[in-house]
C-alpha cells in the first residue's frame, strides 16, 4: 500500500475545463511538495504547502493543505494544454523523510 | 544559480553487465543528494540518500551501491545488472541545512537491461 494515495490516478480533460486533483494519507505530514513531471525529464517543484489548512496560489493552480496536514489538493482552472503531465505530490515526516505518491496523469486535449 | 546534472541520458545495457550513473550538482554547497528510481505505476523509489561527503544511506536492499567521492557528486553503481534494475533513474538535491525538504531533481537516466 501506498503511504500517500493520489487520485485520480487518470484525467483527461478539454481544454478550458477545470480540474482538482486529491493527494491523501492517513499520516500527519510536516510539509507536503507538488511537482509536475514532464515524460522523460525530472519533476519539477511547483510548492510547499507547510501549515494546516493553509492555501497557496500559482497563477491557474491552487494548493490547499489539510487542517489535520494528512491531506492535499490541487485545483487548475482554465486547464491548458501546457498543464499536461504527471502530478506528483510528496510529503515529508522527518529529516530526509519523504515519500512520494504514484502520481496523477494529466492530459488536457485542445 | 543551482544546476544539477546527470549522465548518460540512456543507457542499455545486457543482464550481468556494471553500471556507473554520474550525478553532479553546481552552484550549492554541502547539499544532500539522493538516487531515485521511478518505474511506471509505482512512483518515485528513494534508493540511496547523502548527507554529505562518504555518508550514504540506503533505503532498500538491492542490487545496487552509492558513492559520495566529492561534495557534489553522486554516483549509483552496480556490479552485475539485473532484468529488474530497467527504469527511470533520478537524481536529486536539496539544501542541507533546510527544514522542508525540497528538492530539485535533474533530467534523469533511461536504463534499459536486455
Known amino acids: 500500500t501506498q503511504l500517500l494515495e493520489q487520485s485520480p490516478q487518470f484525467l483527461s480533460i478539454q481544454e478550458g475545463e477545470n480540474l482538482t486533483v486529491y493527494c491523501n494519507s492517513s499520516s500527519v505530514f510536516s510539509s507536503l511538495q507538488w511537482y509536475r513531471q514532464e515524460p522523460g525529464e525530472g519533476p519539477v517543484l511547483l510548492v510547499t504547502v507547510v501549515t494546516g489548512g493553509e492555501v497557496k496560489k500559482l497563477k491557474r493552480l491552487t494548493f490547499q493543505f489539510g487542517d489535520a496536514r494528512k491531506d492535499s489538493s490541487l485545483h487548475i482552472t482554465a486547464a491548458q494544454p501546457g498543464d499536461t503531465g504527471l502530478y506528483l505530490c510528496a510529503g515529508e515526516r522527518g529529516y530526509q523523510k519523504v515519500t512520494f505518491g504514484i502520481g496523477t496523469k494529466l492530459q488536457v486535449i485542445p | 544559480s543551482q544546476t544539477i546534472h546527470q549522465w548518460p541520458a540512456t543507457l542499455v545495457q545486457p543482464v550481468g553487465s556494471p553500471l556507473s550513473l554520474e550525478c553532479t550538482v553546481e552552484g550549492t554547497s554541502n547539499p544532500n543528494l539522493y538516487w531515485y528510481r521511478q518505474a511506471a505505476g509505482r512512483g518515485l523509489q528513494l534508493l540511496f540518500y547523502?548527507?554529505?561527503?562518504?555518508?550514504i544511506s540506503s533505503e532498500v536492499p538491492q542490487n545496487l551501491s552509492a558513492s559520495r567521492p566529492q561534495d557534489r557528486q553522486f554516483i549509483l553503481s552496480s556490479k552485475k545488472l539485473l532484468l529488474s534494475d530497467s527504469g527511470f533513474y533520478l537524481c536529486?538535491?536539496?539544501?542541507?541545512?533546510?527544514?522542508?525538504?525540497?528538492?530539485?531533481f535533474g533530467p534523469g537516466t533511461r536504463l534499459t537491461v536486455l
Open positions: 536529486a538535491w536539496s539544501v542541507g541545512t533546510r527544514v522542508n525538504n525540497e528538492q530539485f
Open positions: 547523502s548527507v554529505g561527503i562518504g555518508q
